[in-house]
Structure formats: structure tokens, C-alpha cells
């Protein structure tokens, strides 16, 4: 596996692999690298000629300089588990390397609408990093398909709008969630939780699973669900930070039209906050 940190050493290698036709897939990642996103890769693997990973924690991404300096690195181990799983290339570039003039002179990728709704709201710039960054790596890479998982569902509704309107020729393929043996899904996050509150924090999936039950079975009210989905996550330890029921394409409001809803959810335990998302068929 070929570990690559400067974006000079990544054009000249890429140029290699086209020039010999390979097939090229990518998986953005910012690290602490999980089942989750094993499961991604491992997919990945069987798609593609060549599979590259990238290991970037964007800072444009994150509200404050707290939540970054306590996100999780774990290169080492990282790297020892791309290796194992017959990752091609790890891309690890430095700050200074994707943005070298500095964040605020950077020019920003935005998709609009999609990115100022739902999770948007309470993460006031959060997806105009995710769009910048992976529009950059897009640009660098020019990868012929790049995955994501489902959980992060917003960012891959937005993502894929993203890829239409730039006119990037990529295709774009999200990966249901993987769970633990609980149902909660795996997430870097999840390395902040204790014992306990990992058991806690597996109520979101049941949550969910209520949501969808009443959505399908009962003439439902989705005020009345979501109000009382709110209820059962307080008297299971979890506070709610952002429930939703919405059409899967659009993110608006359900209609008769809609042939899947996605149920998104947010919720906190202590100071970490988790997000799970869940489809349901309509039609």
C-alpha cells in the first residue's frame, strides 16, 4: 500500500493508473477507521482496479477548534487496517496541502437549500465543508466511484446534488449502516461512549424502528410520531437534538408522490452527539 501525503506524488501516481486504464474508486474518510467503513472499503475493493483512501480531518467541517482537537486519530492503526484489506493508496495530506491559503480565503463549494434544512440547522456551515472537501478531492482524484454510508444520509442526498450540478462524471454509491450487535450504528463518535451509554445510545435505532412501525402501519400523523418518538428517547437517557420524517429524495415533506420516507434522527448523551438514519418503503 502506497502512503501518499503530498498532492504532487498523488497527481504523478494517479497519472501512472490512467495511463494503464485502471478502474478508480475512492473512500473519503477522516480516520478512526471502523467496521463501518471497513464494509465500505471492502466493497469498494471488489468494484474497482484501484482503491484509494483518503484520511483527511477537515476542519472546515467543524464549528469550533474544540470539536476537531477532540476528534479521534488513530493513523497507525489506520494504516494497519487499510493495508490489511489490499488498500492501494492512503492519502493522509496535511492541512497546509488542501488549503494552502488558509480557510477563510478558501473558495467554498455550496450546495444550496439542501445544506440549510435538518442537520444544516444545527450545524451552521458544517456541509459547505463537506462539499468543499469532497469536491476537492474529486478534482485531485478523479476517482471513477466514490461510496459513502447511509448514516451521514444528508451529506449523501447532498453529495449526489453536488456531483449533477458541477458536472463531475463520478458515480456516486451510498452503503447501508452498519450496527453493532445492539443496533447502534458505528460511528468515530462511539469511541467517546462508555459502557453503559453505548447501551443507551442503541434506543436510537429502537426509536427509529418505532417511527418506521407507526409510519407504515398506523394512519399516521408525523407530528404526532415525532413528538412521541421525542418522549420515549428522554425516558431512555437521550436528548433530542433534530428528529425528522422526509421524502428520501428531496429532504422536503412527505407527499402522495413520495415513494420512500427517510427517518433521520439526532440525539445526545453527555457531550457526544449521534445521528442514524432509516428508510422506509411507501409504495
Not at 78 to 84: P, R, T
Not at 249 to 264: E, V
Amino acid at each position: 500500500m502506497l502512503i501518499v501525503k503530498k498532492l504532487l506524488k498523488l497527481k504523478n501516481i494517479l497519472e501512472i493508473w490512467r495511463k494503464e486504464n485502471k478502474s478508480i474508486a475512492l473512500v473519503p474518510t477522516m480516520g478512526n477507521i471502523h467496521d463501518g467503513h471497513l464494509k465500505l472499503i471492502s466493497i469498494a475493493r471488489k468494484n474497482s482496479d484501484i482503491l484509494i483512501v483518503s484520511v483527511f480531518v477537515n476542519p472546515m467541517q467543524f464549528e469550533n477548534i474544540k470539536d476537531i482537537s477532540n476528534y479521534p486519530r488513530t493513523l497507525n492503526e489506520d494504516c494497519q487496517k487499510l493495508k490489511k484489506n489490499l488498500v492501494n493508496l492512503m492519502f493522509i495530506p496535511e492541512i497546509n496541502e488542501m488549503y494552502p491559503y488558509g480557510l477563510t480565503n478558501q473558495t467554498i463549494v455550496n450546495v444550496p437549500k439542501l445544506s440549510y434544512i435538518l442537520e444544516g440547522i444545527h450545524r451552521p456551515g458544517h456541509f459547505q465543508g463537506v462539499t468543499t472537501i469532497i469536491s476537492k478531492l474529486f478534482n485531485l482524484i478523479k476517482p471513477n466511484i466514490a461510496y459513502f454510508g447511509e448514516k451521514d444520509f444528508q451529506q449523501l442526498v447532498i453529495i449526489r446534488k453536488m456531483v449533477i450540478d458541477m458536472n463531475f462524471d463520478i458515480k456516486i454509491v451510498g452503503i447501508p449502516t452498519v450496527r453493532n450487535q445492539d443496533g447502534l450504528a458505528l460511528s468515530s463518535r462511539n469511541i467517546k461512549l462508555n459502557e453503559y451509554e453505548l447501551k443507551v445510545a442503541a434506543n436510537l435505532n429502537k426509536v427509529m424502528n418505532y417511527m418506521a412501525h407507526q409510519l407504515i402501519n398506523i394512519e399516521f400523523n408525523i407530528h404526532q410520531i415525532i413528538k412521541k418518538a421525542k418522549i420515549i428517547l428522554v425516558k431512555n437517557g437521550l436528548q433530542p437534538d433534530g428528529l425528522a420524517i422526509c421524502d428520501e429524495l428531496t429532504l422536503k415533506k412527505l407527499t402522495t408522490d413520495s415513494k420512500n420516507a427517510a427517518i433521520l434522527v439526532a440525539a445526545k448523551i453527555g457531550n457526544t452527539r449521534l445521528i442514524d438514519y432509516k428508510k422506509v418503503k411507501l409504495q
